[in-house]
């Protein structure tokens, strides 16, 4: 009962998408067809002979037919299993473009092809464009709604599948404009068809020729066809009442027996019945939870850590698994969008509603969700700058801050670093974030030679602005501390906080007390492999540290030859 109950998702979604490939290249072939009217009726029936070649095929017919049942299937168990109606806005105006599709479309498909089926009618384009257009026109403002709604519908179903593929980015701006293009041809082709079939329709000989030619349905055939497409409509409406009567049952049957209390880091608490997907039960609470794919497990976004990762109705599924490998996820972590907890447990959304995107989907280093790392740390800062800017206008003081800004920015990114902040005139480096703690520090070391560097060249090009030359002061330390992304909105960002940041941000502040332009922890000269013995040596005492650090005060040139060496 269970296998046959939770079908693999993975499944489901690859038949979702392949049957809805299929429906969309029907429509685009239909919709090509329209554009063909910018040309010539002549035109639109000769590409319907080629389209409806194929579509009314041994290959076609079939394909398009069951396409549609699988599709259709699929949309009515999806309903039977949503646990809540609260969704993001786009989810849920494609949930009504679909559902609203087939009431839409059952009058053209009686006319048309059930017309062909069981009257023998050969329909083209210029009956079709003088039904529409000239007997009953209030038809072609339906036909139109069924081609906007049609290709909204699968334009947005094809993004949430592709924009996390890795290529999409590369052609989104192309398909924006196809996306666009195609739907605004066709609606032009199908106006000016009408526009031309109402012209000749003025000559009633030319109407009553055009029946004889297609064969078009009789008054009393015309009424029966009306019937069938009311029972139609009446047999679309049945099946999704049943869906949501089917669904309310199943979710009086699951909550007959105990709650789950599902709690979040935040401090609030959500009871949901066993079997509801923790995605779903932040949806029903309206506790924002970042799902850039819909809850289709397939972008990652949703991701949770949890207290008990193993509480859900069903082991961990491969497809799961497959995405949670993609990512490097830790043991604890979980798609929310699949985990149906059965227990009481407690979780945490590791991605902020706000500023989750598509690429947060893709493999992303273990650290951006919080772990310990042993990195290497510097803070540089321009000495005397208040002093130098006081008698500078704002502008100036913006066009110098941000010339040293970029360069000393190249120079922790030349060396393998990442800029973790720029603070007043001062700047924070981390180093480490991808590699071993020793060549952490040998990358410090390398980019503080290289930011005195940029600053001789930079106080030359600087030299009519400035009347003294900028000076820096340079403290590098190592250790271990918490690496993980932090902050709020857009001021989210990867950073870095721990005894060893302080530590790292006194030693530049000693360059003053000293004298020097850097100060170097022996920790990070051990660790780099480069001997500074030679230079000053001095115990520290570090405010919120118990023992001394031992550390090097030495300046720039003294910094090169001791790497040269």
């Known amino acids: 009962m269970r296998n046959l109950v939770e079908i693999p998702y993975a499944r489901i979604r690859e038949l979702r998408l392949a049957s809805g490939l299929v429906l969309f290249a029907y429509a685009c072939s239909h919709f090509l067809n329209h554009a063909c009217g910018l040309i010539s009726v002549q035109a639109m029936d000769a590409m319907l002979a080629v389209n409806g070649g194929f579509w009314q095929s041994w290959l076609g017919r079939p394909l398009l037919y069951t396409s549609f049942t699988i599709h259709l299937g699929?949309?009515?168990?999806?309903?039977?299993?949503?646990?809540?109606?609260?969704?993001?806005?786009?989810?849920?105006?494609?949930?009504?473009?679909?559902?609203?599709?087939?009431?839409?479309?059952?009058?053209?498909?009686?006319?048309?092809?059930?017309?062909?089926?069981?009257?023998?009618?050969?329909?083209?384009?210029?009956?079709?464009?003088?039904?529409?257009?000239?007997?009953?026109?209030?038809?072609?403002?339906?036909?139109?709604?069924?081609?906007?709604?049609?290709?909204?519908?699968?334009?947005?179903?094809?993004?949430?599948?592709?924009?996390?593929?890795?290529?999409?980015?590369?052609?989104?701006?192309?398909?924006?404009?196809?996306?666009?293009?195609?739907?605004?041809?066709?609606?032009?082709?199908?106006?000016?068809?009408?526009?031309?079939?109402?012209?000749?329709?003025?000559?009633p000989a030319w109407v009553a020729a055009l029946k004889m030619q297609v064969k078009a349905p009789t008054p009393v055939q015309q009424a029966d066809l009306f019937a069938l497409r009311n029972e139609l409509w009446e047999i679309a409406a049945a099946l999704i009442a049943i869906a949501l009567i089917a669904r309310l049952l199943r979710r009086a049957w699951r909550s007959r027996g105990h709650q789950v209390i599902l709690s979040y880091y935040s401090g609030q608490k959500v009871k949901i019945t066993p079997g509801t997907s923790i995605l779903d039960a932040s949806r029903q609470a309206g506790i924002p939870h970042a799902s850039i794919c819909g809850g289709r497990g397939r972008c990652s976004t949703c991701r949770v850590r949890v207290s008990?990762?193993?509480?859900?109705?069903?082991?961990?599924?491969?497809?799961?698994?497959?995405?949670?490998?993609?990512?490097?996820?830790?043991?604890?972590?979980?798609?929310?969008?699949?985990?149906?907890?059965?227990?009481?447990?407690?979780?945490?959304?590791?991605?902020?509603?706000?500023?989750?995107?598509?690429?947060?989907?893709?493999?992303?280093?273990?650290?951006?969700?919080?772990?310990?790392?042993?990195?290497?740390?510097?803070?540089?800062?321009?000495?005397?700058?208040?002093?130098?800017?006081?008698?500078?206008?704002?502008?100036?003081?913006?066009?110098?801050?941000?010339?040293?800004?970029?360069?000393?920015?190249?120079?922790?990114?030349?060396?393998?670093?990442?800029?973790?902040?720029f603070m007043g005139d001062g700047v924070m480096a981390l180093f480490g974030l991808s590699c071993g703690a020793d060549l952490a520090c040998q990358q410090a070391l390398q980019s503080a030679q290289d930011m005195f560097s940029r600053l001789e060249s930079l106080n030359l090009s600087l030299a009519a602005d400035l009347k003294e030359p900028l000076r820096i002061g340079i403290g590098v330390h190592c250790g271990h501390v918490i690496v993980g992304e932090m902050g709020h909105g857009s001021t989210l960002d990867l950073t870095a906080i721990g005894d060893a940041v302080n530590t790292a941000s006194r030693l530049e502040a000693l360059c003053k007390t000293y004298g020097c332009e850097l100060v170097v922890s022996a920790d990070v000269s051990s660790r780099a492999g480069i001997d500074l013995s030679r230079f000053p040596r001095r115990e520290l005492d570090i405010r919120g540290r118990d023992t001394q650090l031992a550390a090097y005060t030495l300046n720039r040139v003294e910094l090169e030859s001791a790497l040269s060496a």
């Open 74 to 203: 699929l949309a009515l168990w999806s309903l039977y299993r949503r646990d809540t109606f609260r969704m993001p806005a786009t989810e849920a105006v494609q949930l009504l473009l679909g559902f609203s599709v087939p009431f839409l479309a059952i009058q053209h498909v009686v006319n048309t092809r059930l017309g062909n089926m069981i009257y023998g009618a050969q329909l083209n384009y210029s009956w079709e464009l003088t039904a529409f257009w000239v007997l009953k026109p209030f038809n072609a403002l339906v036909q139109s709604a069924l081609l906007l709604v049609v290709w909204w519908h699968a334009c947005i179903g094809l993004n949430y599948s592709f924009k996390l593929q890795r290529w999409y980015p590369r052609w989104r701006d192309r398909l924006l404009i196809a996306s666009v293009a195609v739907p605004l041809l066709a609606l032009l082709g199908f106006v000016e068809g009408g526009l031309r079939v109402a012209v000749l329709a003025q000559d």
């Open 308 to 421: 008990d990762p193993d509480c859900g109705t069903l082991p961990i599924s491969e497809d799961e698994m497959r995405t949670l490998r993609r990512i490097g996820a830790a043991p604890d972590v979980r798609l929310a969008c699949q985990l149906q907890p059965i227990r009481s447990i407690t979780v945490a959304p590791l991605l902020p509603f706000a500023t989750a995107s598509a690429k947060d989907g893709f493999a992303r280093p273990a650290q951006f969700e919080g772990a310990e790392r042993e990195i290497a740390i510097l803070f540089a800062d321009i000495r005397g700058f208040t002093q130098l800017s006081e008698h500078k206008l704002p502008y100036d003081i913006v066009f110098i801050l941000n010339h040293y800004f970029a360069e000393m920015g190249a120079a922790v990114e030349r060396a393998g670093g990442k800029v973790d902040k």
